[in-house]
């Protein structure tokens, strides 16, 4: 009799224990789901139903830009909310970014095109160095090979830097060329993340321009 | 009886506890494509060295599929290098690396330009010198992922590699 109250005392310990586990368990699939949606907040890649390819969801899609004021290559401060009644293409880029380099001529046709209508592309490099603010030698660098792609590209808008800093508003900047089409109410219409087409960035143009 | 029944009854409810908590968790929020590691080390964990003498290591490493990095040498001046180091003071000193040659590569999206890169496996051939005794040594690899339409910022990935210097 007191063997059995010993063994009965021992598997109830077992499953309280186990039901403990469980408990805990639980508790932090809850905090990573949690975690899990407040990351959500990044943009991601999501499998395009009709089979083509991922498409990029922005979660600023809807919603006004982030502000910002970032330095041009000639070290003046340029501002976001300057370009306020235009629609504009934030386009995140990178000197060491093949596709990036392929995309840019596109983007200076389709802003000489529309800057008529009330249209302008910034873009905004994106190093991914996260050059420190103290880094004289870093900055100066990133400056002149901006300055020299700007040049060799022929590019007639503002080209800034420090687009690392805009990562946390702009959903992450996992990948280059990124681009954000903004309405002239200030309003992000489109997102691409990629290499996508002349005909893809005009359509979005358009909707940022409200055609 | 009576106790029996509330014995199995209390049974019952734990394990509908313990069985619920396990499949908590599948109707929470379903997670999308994101980045994948561009590039992982694969061995060897621990080498054996003569210490003090200049020793050959072979350190494997595989880029993801559908994506590749630049190689040592990549055809132009503006596109990030793929560099293996070791931190000074750690009691391993990397002496020289020799990288292999790389594949040359077009992207259907720009078949004019030629990249040099790694994809798939690759190995990179350290000459490292090792103190006597055991080292945890933090190496780093630095570089630069792109697949066919987009490119990742530069990494730098630790290598851990456990050193005994003999």
Not at chain 2, 76 to 91: R, Y
Request: proline share 7%; net charge positive.
């Amino acid at each position: 009799m007191k063997r059995n109250t010993v063994v009965l005392g021992a598997v109830l310990l077992i499953l309280a224990i186990f039901a403990w586990a469980g408990w805990a368990n639980w508790e932090y699939r809850q905090q990573a789901a949690e975690k899990l949606l407040a990351n959500q907040a990044k943009g991601e890649l999501v499998p395009d139903t009709a089979g083509g390819p991922a498409r990029y969801v922005s979660p600023l899609a809807g919603k006004p830009a982030p502000d910002f004021t970032l330095e041009d290559v000639k070290g003046r401060k340029v501002a976001l909310s300057s370009f306020k009644g235009k629609a504009v293409l934030l386009n995140f880029w990178a000197t060491w970014c093949g596709p990036c380099k392929l995309e840019t001529p596109w983007l200076v046709e389709l802003r000489n095109k529309y800057a008529g209508q009330g249209f302008e592309v910034v873009g905004i490099s994106t190093e991914g160095e996260d050059l420190k603010p103290g880094d004289k030698v870093g900055w100066a660098k990133d400056r002149e090979a901006v300055t020299k792609f700007a040049a060799d590209m022929k590019v007639p808008y503002p080209m800034l830097l420090g687009g690392d800093s805009l990562s946390q508003p702009y959903g992450g900047l996992d990948a280059m060329p990124t681009s954000f089409f903004v309405n002239k109410n200030g309003v992000v219409v489109a997102a691409q993340m990629g290499l996508t087409s002349e005909a893809e960035i005009e359509a979005n143009i358009k909707k940022a321009l409200g055609e | 009886m009576k106790r029996r029944i509330g014995f199995m009854a209390a049974l019952a409810l734990l394990f509908a506890g313990i069985a619920q908590a396990q499949f908590i968790g599948n109707g929470g929020p379903q997670q999308a494509l994101g980045r994948t590691q561009a590039v992982e080390y694969l061995f060897p964990e621990q080498v054996s060295v003569p210490a003090g003498k200049p020793t050959r290591v072979l350190l494997h490493f595989r880029v993801a599929p559908g994506l590749h990095i630049n190689s040592h040498t990549p055809r132009e001046e503006f596109l990030i290098p793929t560099v293996f180091s070791i931190p000074e003071g750690k009691g391993v000193r990397l002496e020289a690396a020799s990288y292999p040659a790389g594949t040359d590569i077009a992207l259907p999206v720009d078949p004019k330009t030629r990249l040099n890169v790694y994809t798939g496996e690759f190995v990179i051939e350290a000459r490292i010198v090792a103190e006597p005794g055991n080292h945890l040594v933090e190496a780093k690899l630095r570089f630069q992922a792109c697949d066919q339409r987009e490119c990742m910022p530069p990494k730098t990935i630790p290598v851990a590699i456990d050193v005994a210097g003999k």
